[in-house]
């Protein structure tokens, strides 16, 4: 018998009780791991299900002391200060956003196009369903592809119009051209003159579901047969909080980075028709990393993911390297064109 397995049997055998005290999760959590950075990780998660925020906060920090570069942590750890700022239950807003709504339902332009925004993102999301499942046959799913962004196109425009005057000089603002609405308009101009990219309209559709339910959904659900209202309503409910809300942007944003993690198969595919539009969305949600917690967090968890891929015991090692080194060289070609 191994001399630690003795003593764990002299423990139990003296005083039980003590010995099972011993042997809970919390005193074992706080022995392993006084400099271990994932055991005050898990902890600081532990606070954050029983919302103390200010435990989960010196937990993170803890977390912070052992492995200072871990990304995930500092994630967390701001996300959690956010909550204890804040003072309520909801995710932190997203910088690149007015409030928690989705950027598509943001301030849209008086008069007729204003009156068709409801209009415009209930045909972005059904040709987006009809371009992802091909009901009306291949043909028709290209012209389904192309209205989908033309609609997503208008109405981020229109939002440009709302909120700068139409005059030449606003094309030279700073603040025009870094918006997010101005980038996004300019990802659909290229959208439309290049071929369709996989994901490329499901951060448009994401943005549509939350203004549908918005301006239909209490108008459309209690007409629908019993089985699905009882199906649909408490989704729409959950959808309309702020939560969902946030839900909403947090698919966008793993939809937009898996759009980029698809550009080199499209130049595979489609060549040098497509670098110029990958170039620029690569440009894009490298400003959106800088701007949005919500391209941070999904940048993380896939970032989180590779790694583990990239760095697991069958992986041979010469493909790790490899991978570091790409990731290197994307960082820093990030931050130059930020």
Known sequence: MHRTEARCARARQSCPQAWRAQ????????????DWAKGHSRRGAAYVGKKNWKAAIAAYEKALECDPD??????????????LNKGGDSMPNNPGAAGSRPPASVAPAAGFV???????????????????IPLLGPRRAIPCYRVSVGCALVLYLST?????????ATLRDPAVTGSHEAQLSFICLMLLVSPPLPFAIVPF????????????????????PGFIKGVLEPRLAFLLTEEGANMVQAFAAISELMVL????????????????????????????YAASFWTKQAVVVISAKTHGFFHHAYCPSPIGMLYDKLVVLIGSLAARVR
């Open 70 to 83: 871990s990304a995930s942590v500092k994630a967390d750890l701001a996300f959690v200060s956010g909550k």
């Open 160 to 168: 440009l119009l709302a909120r700068h005057p139409l005059k030449f």
């Open 205 to 224: 559709g994401a943005y549509a579901v939350h203004s549908v339910a918005s301006n239909y959904g209490s108008a459309v659900v209690p007409k629908l």
């Open 261 to 288: 993690l698809a550009a080199p198969l499209q130049l595979a595919v489609h060549g040098f028709r497509v670098v110029v539009l990958a170039g620029f969305y690569f440009q894009y949600v490298s400003r959106r």
């Open 23 to 34: 042997l809970s999760p919390r005193v074992l959590l706080r022995r392993a791991s006084a």
């Open 114 to 132: 204003g009156r068709l925004v409801p209009a415009l993102n209930a045909l972005i999301l059904l040709t987006a369903f009809f371009y992802v």
